[in-house]
């Protein structure tokens, strides 16, 4: 019985349809944009991570490094996830 759901399956899959993505016209402005919230954000993450740094090694006289530490971690975050949206766009624009 398995066997021949999975028989059907793939008959089934090999009917779909492929479609490929395609950027409606007049749009042009809308990836503009994006690339421009891109920059900023990629920017800021970079920004975010030399203050947490300075602060870190600032803080490391006064013994709050849990402060500076945080402030890194976070902004390794926004950078990843910054990129990772980028490279989830450029996949459907």
Known sequence: MSNLLLATAINLA????????EQPPGTEGFTTLLNYISWGVITLG?????ASAGYLAFAAFT???INGFKGLVLAIIVCILA???????????
């Open 14 to 21: 090999g009917v779909l349809p492929d479609p490929t993505p």
């Open 63 to 65: 013994g709050r490094e």
């Open 83 to 93: 990129t990772s949206a980028g490279a989830i766009m450029r996949v459907f624009i």
């Open 46 to 50: 970079l920004a975010g991570f030399l």
